[in-house]
């Protein structure tokens, strides 16, 4: 089994800055990509941040400058710093990962997903 653990969201005025965090633990061969996506009431769960895998980062076009996620391999984490928030960013953010679990499966496994929430 493979879990993933999101932290960090919160309540911030627009204009700050929030740091999420992921890691991944259990039976863990290798973690080909890990990635960041949202989810606002009412929408569709969207793509916010991809670490690549082996390429350079990719961004939604509503973050690109403010949003910025980095990749820890050795401690199979992935954070998401996120500067100069703004209300639409409001959602729940949900930690990705593609990974090959000890049972030589590749599977995406997801996180139970962080609350992150910008007033105006």
């Known amino acids: 089994q493979v879990q993933l653990v999101e932290s960090g969201g919160g309540l911030v005025q627009a204009g700050g800055s929030l740091r999420l965090s992921c890691a991944a633990s259990g039976s863990i061969i290798t973690i080909k990509r890990m990635a960041w996506y949202r989810q606002a009431p009412g929408k569709q769960r969207e793509l916010v941040a991809d670490s690549g895998s082996g390429v350079s980062a990719t961004y939604a076009d509503s973050v690109k400058g403010r949003f910025t996620i980095s990749r820890d391999n050795a401690k199979k984490m992935v954070t998401l710093q996120m500067n100069g928030l703004r209300p639409e960013d409001t959602a729940v953010y949900y930690c990705?990962?593609?990974?090959?679990?000890?049972?030589?499966?590749?599977?995406?496994?997801w996180g139970q997903g962080t609350q992150v929430t910008v007033s105006s």
């Open positions: 990705n990962a593609e990974v090959l679990s000890g049972q030589l499966r590749m599977q995406d496994y």
